[in-house]
């Protein structure tokens, strides 16, 4: 029914750039919402980034607002996280989320889930 793949994790320097793919196949989900949340060891899931699924608003999480920037290629479903100036308590996996729901921070309200890509920012 619904797939959710990310890919772009890797190790990068503190100051770098890293940018984040989450290629989506929605068959009948009626999904309103998509967002990036994500994980360190030790820590609780935190909200990153959301976008409406037209694509035409978005939210982001202070600690990451100017730094992070959230799109959709509409063509080929996929949406990307591109993350600047990244900074060491940026490391974490970084998971793609679907929510029936408009834009939340509540990672409880969104639906599905996909495998997580780790993003590791050396200083």
């Known amino acids: 029914q619904v797939q959710l793949v990310e890919s772009g994790g890797g190790l990068v320097q503190a100051g770098g750039s ?4 989450c290629a989506a196949s929605v068959r009948s989900f009626r999904a ?5 949340f994500r994980q360190a060891p030790g820590k609780e899931r935190e909200f990153v980034a959301a976008m409406n699924w ?4 978005t939210e982001y999480a202070d600690s990451v607002k100017g730094r992070f920037n959230i ?3 509409n063509a080929k479903i996929t949406v990307y996280l ?7 308590e940026d490391t974490a996996v970084y998971y793609c989320a679907l929510s029936r729901f408009y834009i939340s921070r509540a990672p409880e309200l969104y639906n599905y889930w996909g495998q997580g890509t780790q993003v590791t920012v050396s200083s």
């Not at 890293?18 to 793919?21: E, G, V």
């Not at 309103?32 to 990036?36: E, L, Q």
């Not at 037209?54 to 608003?57: R, T």
């Not at 591109?82 to 060491?88: H, I, V």
């Open 71 to 73: 799109s959709r290629d």
């Open 82 to 88: 591109q993350m600047n100036s990244l900074k060491p």
């Open 54 to 57: 037209d694509g035409d608003i």
């Open 32 to 36: 309103r919402t998509i967002a990036w």
């Open 18 to 21: 890293l940018r984040l793919s």
